[in-house]
């Protein structure tokens, strides 16, 4: 045993024992990284995409602009349910750091797309290489995490994609206004690179990290991390289709369907809407704009801590993770009030609400693969079934949205609206179809 581990019984749930080394926090800060970067390459064109129109004159309508938006789903989504599949069987450290490089390098071959049908490839080519990322992180979270620290863990991992999103903004803007919209792609690239060859390079299971001592993987494995060691043997056996047959793992693909086809107007439309319906300069939005990221950031990370305090003092798992979700999703319906105020700053106001709300919900979503895989060798799989569902509002959303704004003369008010009904929808999933936040059992 690793010197400082001398005793055999339980760590206690309430905080790790005096001498436990901390690499689960460098893990997580990569993960955290790791989604920063998937999710910042994946909003670059959202930025820009309003000045190449402009720049290469190919005259988008909404339409085509949703179209273009939306193409990277396709390619993402229709391969989420392999890549969680995959990352079960070759691990978090290989799926993770491929796609990676996969991705940059679509990043970088944007600037060469000049059509419609050349940003329609390369958006759907980037999707397919994003597709490993948060399943990777997913496993890796319920690998080096306990159950009592696991909704901090999400949602700072979860929170990657919202600050990818809002730096996306100041960044890319900034990028254009200095020189022109194709360094941002190239540079990012390049970013993203590097990141992949720092996580081979450091990405171990617990088990298996020279860094890590006894007293923080028996911390770990005591208190309801997922690993081999405290998996069913009959669990194991389960087939990867069969997790469909269970009610709590369809409640959680519309439920998570409907959080995403809300958060994705911000990481689709959002920089179009400030500057179209709203009027912001690029000045403007590469500040005002960062408001509702920078309000959900904080609240994931604040529900995420407060939600495992919960769980080490005793209450329910289930009641925790409910109340997360019922309660964040019903708050993302504040996104309509915003498409009926005047003032620019109360919409930013109702938009910070609902997409804060939005990213509380996600604490207990992303918590829930962890909790309910019947065993360590199900998490990414099951994290890839919900992020499936979750996705097809990723394919769905932009268009819907480009569409309603054509038809509406450019108006929001009807998108928002459609928003609102479907974040309530997703509430009454988590309320009455998804189970308790416990192992699933063996059929």
Same mark, same amino acid.
């Given at each position: 045993?690793?010197?400082? *581990? ?16 901390? #690499? ?16 910042? !390459? ?34 993402? !989504? ?12 070759? =691990? ?91 360094? *941002? ?10 990141? @992949? ?23 770990? #494995? ?54 179209? @319906?709203?009027?912001?300069?690029? @000045? ?7 408001? $509702? ?21 005793? #209450? !329910? ?19 309509? $009030?915003?498409?009926?105020? *005047?003032?620019?700053?109360? %919409? ?10 939005? @990213?509380? %919900? %996600? ?10 895989? $019947?065993? *360590? ?32 003369? =450019?108006?929001?008010? $009807? ?10 929808? =997703? ?17």
């Amino acid at each position: 045993m690793t010197a400082g *581990s001398t005793t055999d019984e339980v760590v206690p749930a309430g905080k790790a024992p005096a001498g436990a080394s901390k #690499v689960r926090y460098l893990i997580l800060g990569l993960c955290f990284l790791g989604l920063t970067m998937n999710y910042l !390459d994946r909003a670059n064109l959202s930025v820009a995409l309003p000045y190449m129109d402009k720049d290469l004159h190919l005259n988008l309508s909404n339409t085509e602009k949703g179209l273009i938006l939306g193409a990277f789903f396709w390619a993402y !989504d229709g391969l989420m349910l392999v890549a969680g599949w995959f990352t079960d069987k070759v =691990g978090s450290r290989r799926a993770f750091s491929l796609a990676a490089m996969w991705w940059s390098l679509f990043t970088m071959l944007t600037p060469m797309a000049t059509s419609f049908a050349g940003l329609f490839g390369v958006r759907f080519l980037l999707g397919a290489g994003e597709a490993p990322a948060y399943p990777s992180s997913t496993k890796a979270a319920s690998r080096w995490f306990p159950q009592t620290e696991r909704a901090f863990a999400t949602a700072v991992i979860d929170s990657g994609s919202r600050v990818g999103t809002v730096a996306a903004l100041p960044v890319v803007t900034a990028l254009i206004a200095v020189s022109n919209w194709r360094y *941002s792609f190239v540079i990012l690239g390049l970013l993203g690179f590097v990141w @992949a060859a720092v996580w081979f390079w450091v990405y171990r299971d617990p088990d298996e990290h020279s860094g890590a001592n006894d007293l923080e993987r028996k911390y770990i #494995v005591d208190n309801g991390g997922r690993t081999s060691r405290n998996d069913d043997p009959a669990a194991v056996n389960i087939r990867w289709i069969a997790l469909f047959r269970y009610r709590t793992i369809r409640g959680m693909m519309l439920g998570f369907f409907c959080l995403n086809f809300v958060i994705y107007f911000f990481l689709t439309w959002f920089p179009s809407y400030l500057r179209d @319906a709203r009027h912001l300069n690029l @000045a403007e939005l590469g500040t005002l704009g960062t408001i $509702p990221g920078l309000v959900a950031i904080a609240a994931g990370w604040c529900a995420g801590l407060y939600a495992d305090k919960l769980i080490r003092g005793g #209450v !329910d798992v289930t009641l925790v993770r409910k109340t997360v979700m019922i309660g964040g999703l019903l708050g993302g319906a504040f996104i309509l $009030p915003a498409a009926l105020v *005047s003032s620019v700053y109360a %919409a930013l106001f109702f938009l910070a609400i609902a997409y804060a709300s939005l @990213a509380v %919900a %996600a604490t207990g979503i992303w918590s829930l693969p962890a909790d309910i895989a $019947p065993s *360590s060798d199900h998490v990414a799989s099951i994290g890839g079934i919900q992020n499936f569902a979750s996705n097809l509002a990723g394919i769905f959303s932009p268009f819907i949205f480009g569409a309603l704004l054509d038809y509406s003369g =450019g108006s929001y008010t $009807p998108a928002f609206a459609l928003a609102a009904g479907i974040a309530v929808l =997703g509430a009454c999933s988590y309320a009455f179809i998804v189970g308790r936040a416990e192992p699933l059992p063996v059929l």
